[in-house]
């Protein structure tokens, strides 16, 4: 049990450009989600709190207003970049919480 | 969020030796979770410690949380190549369940 997905894995996009990244928790319901970044060779970051039904909440120093969150269901919270920049390029890890955090495979998103 | 200290932070030894890494900080968390990151995944979850001075065993892997929940250690013994990965703690606040990661220990076991 405890399973969570995240689509796509991996991605490739222009500069300027707007990426989604899903997250899905596939056997349990989540009302927290969480979304983190790792560079290589460093360890993970907190992004951002993904609340079902309520706006993210975001780290300090966290722009909201280009990494949109929005966490439709009790299942599923998405991440968009918006105008993506090679700076952009990392791992996005997404993670769900029932007790304990669970953490989806990844994604890496790398900017042109 | 909290700073957790983790140490070594990169850890090289022979298949059949111990090895103990450690996760240290000045906060006191509700619980503190161990992980295991492989190159391209997600951590998985290892063990989650809650109470001062537990002690948890997983086959080869021991962990402890101190009795003033502010640091922990996980002791391998007789580590195998299977063991090699990313090592990371994490300690989970009281308010929020925002967990606080340390700087993780890279941890290679030689065949």
């Known amino acids: 049990g405890a399973v969570v997905s995240q689509h796509p894995s991996r991605v490739i996009c222009k500069s300027g450009t707007s990426v989604k990244i899903e997250c899905r928790s596939l056997d349990f319901q989540a009302t927290t989600m969480f979304w983190y970044r790792q560079f290589p060779k460093q360890s993970l970051m907190l992004m951002a709190t993904?609340?079902?039904?309520?706006?993210?909440?975001?780290e300090q120093g966290v722009e909201k207003d280009k990494f949109l969150i929005n966490h439709a269901s009790l299942t599923l919270s998405t991440l968009t970049v918006t105008s993506a920049h090679p700076e952009d390029s990392s791992f996005y890890i997404c993670?769900?919480?029932?007790?304990?955090?669970?953490f989806g495979p990844g994604t890496r998103l790398t900017v042109l | 969020t909290q700073l957790l200290e983790q140490s070594p932070q990169f850890l090289s030894i022979q298949e059949g030796e111990n090895l103990t890494v450690y996760c240290n900080s000045s906060s006191v968390f509700s619980s503190l979770q161990w992980y295991r990151q492989e190159p391209g995944e997600g951590p998985v979850l290892l063990v989650t410690?809650?109470?001062?001075?537990e002690v948890k065993k997983l086959k080869r892997l021991t962990f402890q949380f101190g009795d003033a929940r502010k640091d922990s250690s996980l002791h391998i013994t007789a580590a195998q190549p299977g063991d090699t990965g990313l090592y990371l703690c994490?300690?989970?606040?009281?308010?929020?369940?925002?967990?606080?990661f340390g700087a993780g220990t890279t941890v290679t076991v030689r065949a």
């Open positions: 994490a300690g989970e606040g009281s308010n929020d369940y925002k967990l606080s």
């Open positions: 993670s769900a919480r029932v007790n304990e955090q669970f």
């Open positions: 993904s609340n079902e039904g309520s706006k993210a909440t975001y």
């Open positions: 410690v809650v109470t001062g001075g």
